[in-house]
């Protein structure tokens, strides 16, 4: 049985939000881990997620893949450069912190 679109062509509500929302969600600070990991991102070189997660001493992926991707969205990392992953042998991210590994043009 065929449901309809909750978001009608495949669009997320977020797409429309006021600029005002999207602001105030912004100041809200990152969760815990994600501050633990911003931090040391801050006082490292540019690396990927499985460099946080080896540098950190986590055990999981899932510990730190979903905190980069939340810094990402509130724009506080960005992706640095793209490389091939030694476990993987695919393309990943290697994350940069806005304000201190900014390319200077």
């Not at 969760?31 to 986590?58: V, Y």
Request: proline share 8%; glycine share 4%.
């Amino acid at each position: 049985m065929n449901q309809p679109s909750l978001f009608p062509h495949n669009k997320h509500p977020t797409h429309r939000m006021h600029a005002n929302s999207k602001a105030a969600w912004r100041s809200i600070k990152p969760s815990k881990r994600a501050q633990q990991i911003l931090d040391f991102a801050s006082e490292h070189p540019p690396m990927t997620d499985r460099q946080l997660r080896n540098a950190m001493g986590f055990d999981d992926l899932n510990q730190v893949r979903p905190r980069v991707t939340e810094l990402h969205d509130r724009g506080l990392m960005f992706e640095y450069d793209t490389v091939k992953c030694s476990a993987t042998k695919r393309p990943v991210r290697v994350n940069g912190v806005r304000g201190v590994h900014e390319r200077k043009k």
